[in-house]
């Protein structure tokens, strides 16, 4: 009887151990993929933020050199550039809720300067309403900048230079805004 006892107790060991282990390497499991889906989620956020503080630079560029040129090369901001739409993937909610408020008001603050330059156009004088979308250009392209900056380094995604042969986006919207 006391084999039959220890077979017995040795048979629940195992499948408790074994459902024991099964469960922690599927928490394990669904814990690393959920890293890396948030990690890449910060990525693909980071690039879109990037590619809009691109633009954001280049319109600005263009603008100063519109306005050293006498309007015979380059072209004036009219209006504040459009920020691509941000990724629908699941998994916004595991970002840092800083960062995440970040993302989503400066979608917010994109739109709103777009209206405020649509309106400036519409009532004010030429040069004045120009002006109001270059500053907003250039501040909303530096906060683009600035936030993806931030997403790579809370999610340890390696950084991206900015920096493309002597034309330095983030120094090009930080003296301009």
């Not at 691109?54 to 015979?72: F, K, T, W, Y």
């Not at 002006?131 to 993806?148: D, K, M, P, S, Y």
Request: one cysteine or more.
């Amino acid at each position: 009887m006391d084999q039959f006892v220890v077979v017995v107790w040795a048979v629940l060991g195992s499948s408790v151990g074994a459902a024991v282990g099964n469960f922690s390497l599927t928490g394990f499991r669904a814990w690393r993929k959920q890293l890396r889906d948030t990690r890449y989620l910060a990525m693909k956020t980071a690039f879109i933020l990037e590619r809009y503080a691109i633009e954001c630079a280049d319109a600005v560029s263009n603008h100063d050199l519109a306005l050293q040129s006498s309007g015979h090369a380059g072209k004036v901001v009219t209006a504040v550039i459009e920020l691509s739409e941000l990724p629908k993937e699941e998994g916004f909610e595991h970002l840092d809720p800083k960062l995440l408020n970040s993302i989503l008001e400066i979608s917010a603050r994109v739109l709103l300067a777009q209206r405020e330059a649509s309106v400036m156009s519409e009532v004010a004088e030429y040069e004045d309403a120009q002006q109001v979308a270059f500053n907003r250009t250039a501040e909303l392209g530096f906060a683009a900048i600035e936030l993806a900056s931030a997403l790579r380094s809370a999610h340890k995604v390696p950084q991206r230079s900015m920096v493309f042969d002597r034309w330095d986006i983030k120094e090009t919207l930080a003296s301009n805004r």
